[in-house]
């Protein structure tokens, strides 16, 4: 593939950092050192002298009563600067990772690069590829991080609508069609888009995933229009499915698919690390933008989840990442009785036949989306009245392209609240619900 039409002009005028490219920075210096003469004054590296931090050693229990301990080399390594692309040992484990659990076709041609969570790599890749006014392919309703980071580009969305499996090909295929043809992307002077936003497991906010057959759909219209797939995939590892559906990753023969993953889910939020999967000329550019903002992801954080990895070893993990995967589906469980019993309570006559509320069963993730039947918009009433009954949620409008239409939907998340909360917030949700259409028919 030629990838120069996706590279923008801004993220096309990056280059190197000549400092950052040493691979490793400090390793490289060291060379240097060791290549000179005995008395060589070494005056060209800017990295502070290790003596100098108040920092000695580390110990991080973990919850199964083992230690990760850093001292000596790990913690020097912790406490310095490190290569843009990620901690060695670390970029070695998660290129294994994606090695088993995906198989990428063009693995030959394929680079990982570690960034301060999937959303910074997100968010960066977007800044490489999209123009003041290009049309973005997004599924809709959409994860609002994302709105955010396109938003100051005034883009023309182009919203394929979701059902209870996750985007419809058929209607992306349409909203191509109608406006382009697919020799357009030859055109330099086209304006048909580049690039197709995709959360293809347990999305946020609706929950649902793509089954292979629609991802093998998808990714044949993206080929048909030489779109670049932008699989931003932080509940990969919370499906609850018992196999896990092939990423899009595991069938990119051309190489035009970006893989956002996140640790943030299954290890920790705070520690800020996601990493980027894709064609080495693409990841390139986010790594040169990385070079001049902030210079590489946290060096504490790769090494403590490197030596993790370590002791854990890849089934370790998995293991972990099952008992998550778990908790989750038990939480699911949990608000979906909620649900059921309160929202399709029929405390009147005249929710007999429809109850308060319909929603599909989320595949994955940490989010039901609830659709309230008789309320055309629950922004208002979640923003202005939700409170006094003691429950909050988010507003449907907010994941929507155009957020002034009105929408009656509203996420729920299942992730934090304890059995006995979330059984009460429904509850009061309900009751939030009925005087929301009481008011409704007094207006």
């Given at each position: 593939?030629?990838?120069?039409?996706?590279?923008?002009?801004?993220?096309?005028?990056?280059?190197?950092?000549?400092?950052?490219?040493?691979?490793?920075?400090?390793?490289?210096?060291?060379?240097?050192?060791?290549?000179?003469?005995?008395?060589?004054?070494?005056?060209?590296?800017?990295?502070?002298?290790?003596?100098?931090?108040?920092?000695?050693?580390?110990?991080?229990?973990?919850?199964?009563g083992s230690?990760?301990?850093?001292?000596?080399?790990?913690?020097?390594?912790?406490?310095?600067?490190?290569p843009?692309?990620?901690?060695?040992?670390?970029?070695?484990?998660?290129?294994?990772?994606?090695?088993?659990?995906?198989?990428?076709?063009c693995?030959?041609?394929?680079?990982?690069?570690?960034?301060?969570?999937?959303?910074?790599?997100?968010?960066?890749?977007?800044?490489?590829?999209?123009?003041?006014?290009?049309?973005?392919?997004?599924?809709?309703?959409?994860?609002?991080?994302?709105?955010?980071?396109?938003?100051?580009?005034?883009?023309?969305?182009?919203?394929?609508?979701?059902?209870?499996?996750?985007?419809?090909?058929?209607?992306?295929?349409?909203?191509?069609e109608?406006?382009?043809?697919?020799?357009?992307?030859?055109?330099?002077?086209?304006?048909?888009?580049?690039?197709l936003?995709?959360?293809?497991?347990?999305?946020?906010?609706?929950?649902?995933?793509?089954?292979?057959?629609?991802?093998?759909?998808?990714?044949?219209?993206?080929?048909?229009?030489?779109?670049?797939?932008?699989?931003?995939?932080?509940?990969?590892?919370?499906?609850?499915?018992?196999?896990?559906?092939?990423?899009?990753?595991?069938?990119?023969?051309?190489?035009?698919?970006?893989?956002?993953?996140?640790?943030?889910?299954?290890?920790?939020?705070?520690?800020?690390?996601?990493?980027?999967?894709?064609?080495?000329?693409?990841?390139e550019?986010?790594?040169?933008?990385?070079?001049?903002?902030?210079?590489?992801?946290?060096?504490?954080?790769?090494?403590?989840?490197?030596?993790?990895?370590?002791?854990w070893?890849?089934?370790?993990?998995?293991?972990?990442?099952?008992?998550?995967?778990?908790?989750?589906?038990?939480?699911?469980?949990?608000?979906?009785k909620?649900?059921?019993?309160?929202?399709?309570?029929?405390?009147?006559?005249?929710?007999?036949?429809?109850?308060?509320?319909?929603w599909?069963?989320?595949?994955?993730?940490?989010?039901?989306?609830?659709?309230?039947?008789?309320?055309?918009?629950?922004?208002?009433?979640?923003?202005?009245?939700?409170?006094?009954?003691?429950?909050?949620?988010?507003?449907?409008?907010?994941?929507?392209?155009?957020?002034?239409?009105?929408?009656?939907?509203?996420?729920?998340?299942?992730?934090?609240?304890?059995?006995?909360?979330?059984?009460?917030?429904?509850?009061?949700?309900?009751?939030?619900?009925?005087?929301?259409?009481?008011?409704?028919?007094?207006?």
């Amino acid at each position: 593939m030629n990838y120069s039409r996706y590279i923008n002009s801004i993220s096309a005028a990056r280059k190197a950092s000549p400092i950052r490219e040493m691979k490793p920075f400090v390793l490289l210096l060291a060379k240097l050192l060791t290549q000179g003469s005995p008395d060589l004054v070494f005056l060209a590296g800017g990295v502070p002298n290790p003596n100098m931090f108040p920092f000695q050693s580390a110990s991080i229990k973990l919850r199964d009563g083992s230690n990760i301990q850093l001292e000596g080399k790990l913690i020097n390594d912790a406490l310095q600067y490190g290569p843009t692309q990620g901690y060695g040992p670390l970029l070695s484990q998660l290129k294994e990772m994606q090695q088993k659990l995906h198989n990428p076709p063009c693995w030959t041609d394929t680079e990982v690069l570690i960034t301060n969570g999937s959303q910074d790599g997100l968010c960066k890749a977007f800044e490489m590829m999209v123009n003041l006014n290009d049309h973005v392919i997004v599924q809709e309703p959409v994860y609002a991080g994302t709105l955010a980071i396109l938003n100051p580009f005034k883009p023309k969305y182009i919203p394929v609508k979701c059902d209870a499996n996750g985007l419809i090909p058929d209607l992306l295929r349409k909203s191509l069609e109608n406006n382009w043809k697919s020799e357009d992307a030859q055109s330099l002077t086209s304006d048909i888009p580049k690039v197709l936003y995709v959360n293809p497991a347990g999305a946020n906010p609706t929950g649902v995933s793509i089954p292979l057959e629609r991802r093998q759909e998808i990714y044949q219209i993206a080929k048909d229009f030489d779109l670049i797939i932008f699989e931003d995939d932080p509940y990969y590892f919370l499906q609850f499915d018992k196999e896990r559906t092939p990423s899009f990753l595991s069938i990119d023969t051309d190489g035009r698919v970006v893989r956002f993953d996140s640790l943030s889910k299954v290890l920790s939020s705070g520690i800020r690390l996601g990493y980027v999967t894709g064609p080495r000329a693409l990841i390139e550019p986010i790594s040169y933008h990385m070079q001049v903002s902030v210079l590489h992801a946290s060096s504490l954080s790769q090494v403590l989840v490197s030596e993790l990895l370590k002791q854990w070893g890849q089934e370790g993990f998995l293991g972990h990442v099952d008992r998550v995967q778990k908790f989750y589906l038990q939480q699911r469980e949990v608000m979906l009785k909620a649900a059921e019993t309160h929202l399709t309570a029929y405390h009147k006559l005249i929710f007999l036949l429809q109850g308060l509320a319909e929603w599909n069963v989320p595949q994955g993730g940490m989010f039901l989306w609830i659709k309230c039947l008789e309320i055309s918009d629950t922004r208002s009433m979640i923003m202005e009245r939700a409170l006094k009954k003691d429950v909050i949620l988010l507003p449907g409008r907010e994941f929507m392209t155009d957020p002034n239409q009105p929408c009656p939907y509203m996420r729920a998340s299942f992730s934090l609240a304890t059995p006995e909360n979330i059984d009460r917030g429904f509850r009061n949700l309900a009751e939030l619900i009925r005087e929301e259409i009481e008011l409704s028919k007094k207006n």
